[in-house]
C-alpha cells in the first residue's frame, strides 16, 4: 500500500502511515524504512557484484585450463576470483559514469596566470593487449570564471585511467574534460607513461617512454607552451 502521510519534517519519533487492504493503519518509523531501503540496496549491490566476479572468474577459469594449468594447485586455486576482483577495481571507472563528478569554484580572484599539476603518477590497462601501462601526467589551465580544487586533477586523471584505455585517447579525453568543464582560456595535458606491451611482448624495449600531448585554447601561443615546458622541467 502506497503511504498516505509521511511528515518528513517533524522531529523524531516520525512515522509513515499505511492503510492496509483491511482498513486498518500501520506506522513504521521513517528511520527503520530508511534503514530497510538502505540494508536491501546493499546486500542487492553485493549480491550482483558476487555474481559479476563468479562470471567473470569462469572465463578465467577457462582460460588458465586451455593453457594447461593445473588448478589444483594451492597457488592457482583462487586465482580465477583474484583476476576477476582485480579486472573490476582496475576498471572502476566504467561504473561511475559517463564522466567524472568534480566541484568547480568561482574565481573570485580572477586569477589570470597558469595553474599547473605535475607529476600525477597513474596506472591503466592497455585496450590492445590488457596489460598495464603507467606513468605521470602534468596538467594545466588558465582559468576565466571557474578554477578545479587542486585535488580534483588526480580524480579526473583516475577515472578516465580506470578502464582498458590508450594513452592518446586518455590524454584526450582529460583536456577534453578540462576544456568543458572549467571553460578556461586554454589547456595543456603531457603525458609520459611506459607500457609493458612494449616491454614485456613484440619488440621487448625495456624503459622505453611513450609522450603525449594535447592542447587547447590559449596554449597553441608558443611562449604560453614554452611557460608550461618551463614549469614542467623545474
Known amino acids: 500500500p502506497a503511504p498516505i502521510y509521511s511528515p ?21 518509523t521513517i528511520q527503520n524504512w ?17 555474481s ?3 562470471r567473470i572468474a569462469g572465463h578465467v577459469r577457462g582460460m588458465l585450463t586451455e593453457l594447461g594449468l593445473d588448478l589444483a594447485d594451492d597457488n ?19 561504473e561511475e559514469g559517463a564522466e567524472p563528478k568534480v566541484t568547480t569554484f568561482p574565481n573570485d580572484e580572477h586569477y589570470s596566470a597558469m595553474v599547473m599539476e605535475k607529476q600525477i603518477p597513474f596506472y591503466s590497462m592497455c585496450a590492445h593487449h590488457l596489460v598495464p601501462f603507467y606513468g605521470h601526467a602534468h596538467l594545466a ?10 585535488s ?23 583536456a577534453n574534460f578540462l576544456e568543458t568543464r572549467l571553460k578556461p582560456q586554454g589547456v595543456m595535458v603531457v603525458i609520459e607513461a611506459r607500457h609493458l606491451c612494449v616491454e ?6 625495456p624503459g622505453a617512454v611513450t609522450v603525449t600531448s594535447a592542447i587547447r585554447g590559449i596554449f597553441h ?10 614549469l614542467l622541467r623545474h
Open 8 to 28: 518528513a519534517s517533524l522531529p523524531p519519533p516520525v512515522a509513515e502511515i499505511t492503510v492496509t487492504p483491511r482498513g486498518r493503519c500501520r506506522y513504521t
Open 34 to 50: 530508511s534503514n530497510n531501503v538502505y540494508n536491501l540496496v546493499t546486500k542487492r549491490a553485493v549480491a550482483d557484484e558476487d
Open 52 to 54: 559479476r566476479i563468479g
Open 76 to 94: 592457482l586455486r583462487e586465482t580465477d576470483r583474484r583476476v576477476a576482483k582485480m579486472y573490476l577495481e582496475m576498471f572502476h571507472g566504467l
Open 141 to 150: 589551465y588558465i582559468p576565466n570564471d571557474h578554477i578545479l580544487g587542486l
Open 152 to 174: 580534483k586533477f588526480a580524480r579526473i586523471l583516475e577515472f578516465y585511467a580506470k578502464r582498458p584505455q590508450l594513452q592518446e585517447r586518455l590524454t584526450e579525453q582529460v
Open 200 to 205: 614485456m611482448r613484440g619488440v621487448k624495449k
Open 221 to 230: 601561443q608558443k611562449p604560453v607552451r614554452e611557460e608550461f615546458l618551463d
